[in-house]
């Protein structure tokens, strides 16, 4: 069984910033490559960023330039370092790598 874990999720005010944290065990991470994905209520999972196992990265249009992935291969741990919040990022994000899901971190962006 594999698990991944977010934390790092809460309740920030517009423009402030959150740093979310992913386990995901050593033999995926250098296997695949891992993604963050977020969900708000009534809307369709987006995709936010994805980061490849040699380092290369992408991210979705609305979070280009306030988000940043990175993760670090001797800690098992991917992270998603989040400046700048709107309440539009508001959301349960969630790690994703090959075909496994972690439970999902909530980030609420409110004033």
């Known amino acids: 069984q594999v698990q991944l874990v977010e934390s790092g999720g809460g309740l920030v005010q517009p423009g402030g910033s959150l740093t979310l944290s992913c386990t995901v065990p050593g033999s995926y991470l250098n296997t695949y490559a891992t993604g963050w994905y977020r969900q708000a209520p009534g809307k369709q999972r987006e995709w936010v960023g994805t980061i490849g196992t040699t380092g290369s990265i992408h991210y979705g249009d609305s979070v280009k330039g306030r988000f940043t992935i990175s993760k670090d291969n001797a800690k098992n741990m991917v992270y998603l370092q989040m400046n700048r919040l709107k309440p539009e990022d508001t959301g349960v994000y969630l790690c994703?790598?090959?075909?496994?899901w972690g439970q999902g971190t909530q980030v609420t962006v409110t004033s």
């Open positions: 994703n790598v090959h075909t496994h």
